[in-house]
């Protein structure tokens, strides 16, 4: 199974003029959109709070937190942004995906449109 990508813009929504994009890895097992820290602190974001988040491995992740403005495929969603390593690979969580109605196809590893957001899980 491969991995998948897509262009990301996360914007200051104080300043929208300020603004950070990149290339990051959709990773269905995430909440949440983690951003290398320097990025987010030379847009001018800064931390709102601490999190503490579960790793795949079990082991727990104490973090940054902010809000931003998260644009991928012509949507745009405020979402929780956690400020991560520098030189960490960006990742885009499963919130961000779902609030604007895009899900990834698991045979072909592509992002897909759905026709509509979903308010609740389909069985």
């Known amino acids: 199974m491969g991995a998948t990508y897509v262009t990301v813009r996360i914007t200051n929504p104080a300043e929208p003029e300020k603004y950070w994009e990149g290339l990051f890895l959709v990773d269905t097992g995430a909440t949440d959109t983690l951003v290398p820290r320097p990025h987010l602190e030379a847009i001018g974001l800064r931390p709102k709070g601490r999190r ?67 308010l609740k899980t389909v069985a």
């Open 52 to 118: 503490t988040y579960q790793l795949a491995d079990g082991s727990e992740l104490n973090v940054d937190v902010t809000t931003a403005d998260i644009g991928f495929m012509g949507e745009i969603v405020g979402g929780t942004v956690l400020f991560g390593e520098p030189g960490v690979e960006p990742l885009l969580g499963v919130t961000a995906l779902e609030s604007v109605g895009i899900e990834v196809d698991p045979l072909n590893q592509q992002l897909k449109r759905l026709p509509s957001v979903r």
